[in-house]
């Protein structure tokens, strides 16, 4: 074959990997409103910087007629590119390859990216869509699972690892995004699931559909498995680019600086007038974050579940933060099992990435009652303690209003290596509110007094008392436990300042094969 000639079959074949499963079976992805493996890179990742790999392989079963059905690149695009300039590997799965469906060598291809990615210190985006397992391939499928388990498992806090979902995620295959760091499910193309619900109506009666089993909704709502939901494809893949930008590309580097002109020392007069005169009163903690941050920007994850605490990312002079804050606006902020486990995860992201800790703190404990102690309370807001506790990045608390018993605690106190611990004049630290503290030290005072009107009186006079007495933040400044009390409207500088100074902290856990967090 003349030189040319080569140069042409490669081409060709170039240009018929380029094709997946065929014209018409792209004309139906895109009739779904979804875009293909290819297009979808293309958006994720900098124009031209994709270079593919393993574009040739095919699978090598021969049962059930496959010998005969060959697609190259067999189902799954792989390969590394740049966003922001930066490096990362990507898989992209290919839904017009028999549905997406893994084989072994598909399950190879991503390992291998997933090797380099280790090797090089790069992130790993996923782009999920798939029919499962390659039925027609039985358990070398489920091998090639099992192999990307063992990787997303050794990768963990090592690299970012970022899925996002385009389409199908069911049976077994749920467990590679759920193994990563963050996931991004498109509204109505994509769902997850254990056990579809032709499965769920057979086993246990219950008629259910696709989408309220595991729809981007539900899992953004109700389970919290999706952190992220998009309104379709694009938004998706452009949340991946956002979400990187706020972090390193491995766990020995710093997270990237964006240089800001926002002043770092302007005064935001709003906030001294931000937390209302009723403590019983609430406010959106959504203001005061992006009153503080860089350009009012703020990256909030797990937006639409558990509202009751916020997390996400923010920059203060450019440094990238992690900002958890007690959500006054629903349930009063208090902490319950989900708000406890989703903070608890994402302090750990950050702890595991070098992004320093910025936590809010308005508080009135934790949510009393049998539902919360049956479902485990106790062990999940021990997952908060623990990740603040465990915890070495720089850690700066500001208390804003309440912080009342063990959520106080909880909530990066002094004693959980809180680094600098400031307080606004309105906040209220103690062990219990002054309702609870005067039931129970009064109680047998109260108790005695027959007369309904002097007994209320009695329980106001009480309760006042303590307010004035504990209600503050000077009886835990005067142990030192806050630092200083700030001026509301002073709180971006001083936070500016704080992460300055604790810009080359250094703080070591002792050595141990790992931790036993409470699961
Ligand atoms: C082989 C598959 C496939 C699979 C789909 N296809 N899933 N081929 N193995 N798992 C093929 C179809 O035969 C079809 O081929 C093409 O992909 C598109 O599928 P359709 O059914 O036409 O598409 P759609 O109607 O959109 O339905 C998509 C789907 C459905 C909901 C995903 O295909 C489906 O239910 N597939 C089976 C899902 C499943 O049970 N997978 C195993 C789960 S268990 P043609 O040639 O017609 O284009 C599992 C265990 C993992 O995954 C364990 C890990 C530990």
Redesign the pocket.
């Known amino acids: 074959m003349a030189t040319q000639d080569k140069i042409n079959e490669l081409i060709q074949k170039r240009a018929e990997a380029r094709l997946g499963?065929g014209e018409k079976?792209i004309d139906s992805q895109h009739a779904?409103g979804k875009l293909t493996a290819r297009e979808r890179i293309e958006i994720l990742l900098d124009e031209d910087s994709f270079e593919e790999f393993d574009m040739f392989v095919t699978h090598r079963t021969k049962s059930f007629g496959l010998d005969k059905e060959q697609y190259l690149s067999d189902g799954v695009v792989t390969g590394h590119g740049t966003i922001d300039g930066r490096i990362v590997y990507v898989f992209s799965q290919d839904?017009t390859v028999?549905?997406g469906?893994l084989s072994e060598t598909y399950a190879l291809k991503i390992c291998k990216i997933m090797d380099m990615a280790m090797r090089m210190g790069a992130p790993v985006i996923g782009l999920n869509d798939s029919?499962?397992?390659?039925?027609?391939e039985g358990v070398r499928?489920?091998a090639g699972?099992?192999e990307i388990f063992q990787r997303n498992i050794m990768a963990s806090g090592l690299i970012p690892q970022i899925s996002s979902i385009l389409g199908?995620c069911?049976?077994?295959?749920v467990?590679s995004p759920a193994l990563t760091d963050f996931t991004i499910m498109t509204e109505q193309t994509s769902y997850m699931f254990v056990t579809?619900p032709k499965v769920v109506q057979a086993v246990t009666g219950e008629v259910v559909t696709t989408e309220q089993l595991g729809g981007a909704t539900i899992h953004s709502t109700k389970s919290g498995v999706s952190h992220f939901l998009a309104e379709n494809d694009e938004v998706n893949l452009m949340l991946i680019r956002k979400l990187l930008s706020y972090m390193p590309s491995n766990n020995l580097e710093d997270p990237p600086m964006v240089p800001t002109s926002d002043p770092i020392d302007r005064l935001d007069d709003i906030l001294n007038t931000i937390i209302p005169e009723n403590p019983n009163q609430a406010y959106d903690v959504l203001d005061i974050i992006t009153t503080i941050t860089d350009n009012g920007e703020f990256l909030e994850v797990h937006r639409n579940y558990a509202k009751n605490i916020v997390v996400g990312f923010a920059r203060f002079n450019g440094k990238s933060v992690g900002i958890v804050a007690n959500q006054p606006k629903y349930y009063a902020g208090v902490l319950d099992c989900e708000a406890s486990r989703k903070a608890a995860r994402f302090v750990r992201y950050c702890d595991a990435f070098n992004i320093p800790l910025v936590t809010l703190v308005d508080v009135p404990g934790f949510l009393p009652g049998t539902g919360q102690e049956y479902a485990g309370i106790i062990l999940h807001g021990a997952k908060l303690l623990f990740a603040y506790g465990e915890a070495t990045v720089p850690k700066v608390t500001i208390t804003l209003r309440k912080s009342y018993g063990g959520a106080h605690d909880v909530m990066s106190c002094k004693q959980l290596r809180g680094d600098l611990n400031y307080a606004w004049p309105s906040a209220e630290i103690a062990v219990m509110g002054a309702k609870g503290a005067v039931e129970v030290l009064e109680g047998s005072n109260i108790r005695k007094i027959e007369d309904a009107d002097e007994k209320s009186q009695y329980i106001l006079e009480k309760e006042n008392e303590y307010t004035a007495k504990f209600a503050n933040p000077y009886v835990a400044a005067k142990y030192g436990f806050i630092d200083d009390v700030i001026e509301p409207r002073n709180t971006r500088f001083r936070i500016v300042r704080a992460l300055e100074l604790l810009a080359n902290k250094k703080e070591t856990n002792p050595p141990k094969k790992h931790a036993n967090i409470p699961l």
């Open positions: 499963g079976r779904k839904f028999f549905g469906s029919g499962g397992a390659r039925i027609q499928s489920l699972y099992a199908p069911a049976g077994g295959a467990y579809g």
